[in-house]
């Protein structure tokens, strides 16, 4: 059976709100929003990773501590395996002209929520769909 992310073509596990992406269609998931296709899904997640520079939480640290609260996670281990995984290092302040280390994160972040390799031809694809961070 495929994860969760991949049968809502939400790879991140984006929680249903309030806010209503390109792409995102109704699906039968109570807990997580569900779109048309994957790269849809990786824009949303793009997107929200935008917002969370616009709010100065620019660093795989920063980013997991809110994305994944450990509340909810084992946030260390999440960031140290994207950090890892990414080869980003967890400190680094990201801008939004770091688009390939936000497509490398971005990749990471979806194997830690679905145990499974990304499509990094979808991830790049969801990349290419949203305007708030740029390639480098």
Avoid: C
């Amino acid at each position: 059976m495929q994860p969760r992310g991949h049968r809502n073509n939400n790879p991140l596990n984006i929680r249903h709100s309030k806010d209503v992406f390109q792409g995102e269609v109704k699906g039968i998931d109570r807990s997580f929003k569900t779109f048309s296709t994957m790269p849809y899904g990786y824009r949303a997640a793009f997107v929200t990773l935008g917002t969370y520079l616009s709010r100065g939480w620019n660093t795989i640290e920063k980013i997991i501590a809110k994305w994944a609260p450990p509340t909810e996670n084992n946030t260390e281990a999440y960031i140290a395996n994207v950090e890892r995984w990414s080869g980003v290092p967890r400190d680094k302040e990201l801008t939004a002209a770091d688009g390939a280390d936000y497509i490398m994160i971005v990749a990471a972040m979806s194997f830690v929520e679905n145990g499974v390799n990304a499509d990094i031809n979808h991830v790049k694809a969801g990349f290419t769909l949203q305007t708030k961070i740029k390639a480098q």
